[in-house]
């Protein structure tokens, strides 16, 4: 079993910046992708950005120049410096990864962008 736990969500407004933050516990040997989805209200929980362990990044196109991922394999952590926040991005983040065929997640952190 992998654990996932995240940190630094909350309130924003327009234009600011969060970080997210996410620690791997447990068998963390043989995770490849970590990343992050969200999940709106009434939304279905689409992909955000995704990092390999060879560092080899995936973004969503409507995050591309604002968001930037990156992880730590020795630390087994993966953060999310998330810019020029629009009210769109409000939503639940969730932390995940994958260990050979299994995906994990996180408990979910909420990230509101408003004035």
């Known amino acids: 079993q992998v654990q996932l736990v995240e940190s630094g969500g909350g309130l924003v407004q327009p234009g600011g910046s969060l970080r997210l933050s996410c620690a791997a516990s447990?068998?963390?040997?043989?995770?490849?992708?970590m990343g992050w989805y969200r999940q709106a209200p009434g939304k279905q929980r689409e992909l955000v950005a995704a990092?390999?362990?060879?560092?080899?990044?995936n973004y969503a196109n409507s995050v591309k120049g604002r968001f930037t991922i990156s992880r730590d394999n020795a630390k087994n952590t993966v953060g999310l410096q998330m810019n020029s926040l629009k009210p769109e991005d409000t939503a639940v983040y969730y932390c995940?990864?994958?260990?050979?065929?299994?995906?994990?997640w996180g408990q979910g952190t909420q990230v509101t962008v408003s004035s």
């Open positions: 995940h990864a994958r260990r050979v065929v299994t995906d994990y």
């Open positions: 447990g068998s963390i040997f043989g995770i490849n992708s």
């Open positions: 990092i390999t362990s060879g560092g080899s990044t």
